[in-house]
């Protein structure tokens, strides 16, 4: 797979640049498209990414796809398990907050936003990747949830862009499977990281909200969620929190 990167100083956010120069990220075969701050950068849900200038990284990767789209459901999972798997390899222990979402220490250190547009039998896919990798203390602050920042769990210090290139050759590997064999290869490693497994938790979306206890993934990746009236439902997204004892 040919990869090219592309990089950007200051930029709103790596996502909308990329969609809005589909002639530069679709000349190759994989095109990383990085950036040193983001002005207005994204999150799901429409929340805003914190992304202030420094040693963080903010990426989006762009890549075609001719495939049905209905089976690219998990490819964000993918992203998020190559993320979390770099990190093991820095020493570290993530979790996987079903679906893109990794934890350290129960707080968030990274996200994925995943963006498809269909052109033409094609599909393009837009992968932003949000990794706090050495954030002032302040910025955590701001976030509205407990975030947390690499640098924090490790002593050695780490380059952004030495993070990334890990990345890159992950997720490369990963997406061929992913292309070759769908989500089934990676459906155990996944489960294995997912945090909150056997805890109830709060899952939202589109103003809908099931409690429940966070039970395991379907062969594609949603999350089956055990319902106090003893069935199992498979969620395909949601925005999942720790159900708090009262
Ligand atoms: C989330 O957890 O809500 C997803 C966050 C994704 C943030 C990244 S940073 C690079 C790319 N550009 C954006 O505007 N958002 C994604």
């Known amino acids: 797979m040919k990869c090219k990167k592309i990089f950007l100083d200051k930029i709103d956010s790596t996502n909308k640049w990329a969609k809005e120069h589909t002639d530069q990220v679709f000349s190759e075969d994989l095109t990383i498209v990085h950036a040193d ?25 762009c890549f075609r796809i001719n495939a049905q789209c209905l089976h690219l459901i998990s490819l ?14 820095l020493g570290l222990q993530p979790k996987i907050r079903w679906p893109n979402d990794i934890l350290l220490s129960n707080k968030k250190v990274s996200g994925v936003l995943c963006e498809i547009s269909h052109t033409k039998g094609l599909c393009e896919v ?16 701001k976030i509205d949830q407990p975030a947390t ?11 952004k862009g030495e993070i990334l290139d890990l990345l890159e050759i992950q997720f490369i590997h990963d997406l061929d499977l992913f292309l070759a064999q769908g989500f089934a290869p990676f459906l155990c490693e996944y489960e294995n990281l997912m945090a909150y497994i056997g805890e109830e938790i709060c899952c939202e979306n589109q103003g809908k909200k099931w409690v429940g206890i966070c039970h395991s993934l379907t062969n594609d990746g949603q999350l089956n969620l055990y319902l106090p009236n003893k069935e199992i439902i498979a969620l395909q997204a949601a925005d999942v929190t720790l159900r708090v004892k009262k």
């Open 37 to 61: 701050e983001q002005t207005a950068g994204k999150g799901r849900f429409g929340r805003h990414w914190e992304s202030p200038q420094g040693e963080n990284i903010y990426a989006t990767f």
């Open 76 to 89: 964000a999972q993918v992203m998020t398990l190559s993320i979390a798997k770099i990190l093991i390899k």
């Open 126 to 141: 837009f992968l932003g990747v949000g990794i706090n990798v050495d954030t002032p203390k302040e910025i955590l602050e």
């Open 149 to 159: 920042c690499l640098q924090k769990h490790i002593i050695k210090k780490y380059k």
